[in-house]
């Protein structure tokens, strides 16, 4: 092994007396610093859309959710109760009822849905940084909602002069006779305005919890599910199994549950985002590999004189493997640095910008310099030992009859 990687290392750093062989070198070599910069500009532009839509989410979802396993509904009863007074005093947890409801203000009619929450709810998922207009209703409001940005538009709503007309059909079975009869409905003024980029919260209108279970004809224990904040990660591994051994009958879910659609469209487009990156990596790769042709042609006098030495054939083929490999890891090297460079500089001076305000989204990650240099050096070291198959025996017979 000394012996091919000392032959490598000459001829990566001697120049051919042939000027194009050093020309095709350093362009192949420019190629890999080309690729590899693109790839991992790519992977932490993707990290820095998730790591923003994520952050958007976290103030919409909660941490943990339990909810039935069967019905939209149930009752809390004495031994939930003692479940929940067993959690952590770091752990908060709101009690949430949720229903399809039709929206009516003047002539504008929207189906949407209708949340009532606890005076807790803010602090499991604060939603009350997102108001744009208004606030929010306090601890002993009554009768007031908040509603969504794209759904006021809808509604054409005027916060703190309409009153948000809302109807559900009456619990019960049979034939309906009039709707006086089978129609609930509720007038509560609207206060605040939220604005939230997670599409999901595009739908809901938010009550006094009370309001809504009124509304539903529900009892003061009846709810739809519970949302639950823990301090960190290790509290919420704690929580999650806890609940999983209390609760059994219950469904309990983490955002990433919650939100498996969203979350399964974020790594769907950076798994694609990569695989189209990585073909543009394996044809600069390919490049390399046409390099390393050139260079075993223009030193046919050496593998012949490596022959005649005595050189077994692998060996001949290792010395050209190692100089491809060190061609790519160089490159790799240099292309590394400029993508952190470039990363770096987005994040600190903002050079790419969205809005005026807003700065186009990028992460630095780790994970992202280890998926690059595995990239690079699987598929350059491929690159550089199919090349270097092509040194076979009759290449060295041939050399030695001339």
Known sequence: MKFPLYIAKRYLKSKSGNNIINIVTILACLGVVAGTTALFIVLSVFSGIENYSLGILKASTPDLRISPKKGKTFIIDEHFSEVMEGLSHTTFYTKILEERAF????????????????????????????????????????????????????????VYSDLLQVYVPKPGKGYITTSTKTINTIKPQVVGVISSQNQDENKYVYVPLTLCQQLLSKTPNEISYIDLATENDEQLNKTLKYLNQKLPRFKIEKREEINGSFYKILNSEKLIAYLVSLLVVVLVLSNTSGTIIMVIVDKKKDINTLSNLGTPLKNIRLIFSIYGFFLNLAGMIIGIGIGVLMVRMQLYYKLIMITPSVAYPIAFEWGNIWIVSTTIVVFGALASVLASGRISKKLTTNNRQQ
């Not at 209708?114 to 002993?140: Q, R």
């Not at 409001?141 to 940005?149: D, M, P």
């Open 103 to 158: 929206f009516k203000n003047k002539d504008k009619e929207e189906i949407a849905y209708i949340k009532g929450v606890d005076s807790l709810f803010n602090k499991v998922t604060p939603l009350d940084s997102l108001i744009i207009v208004g606030d929010w209703f306090d601890n002993n409001s009554k009768n007031a909602c908040i509603t969504e940005y794209q759904l006021t538009r809808k509604l054409d709503l005027n």
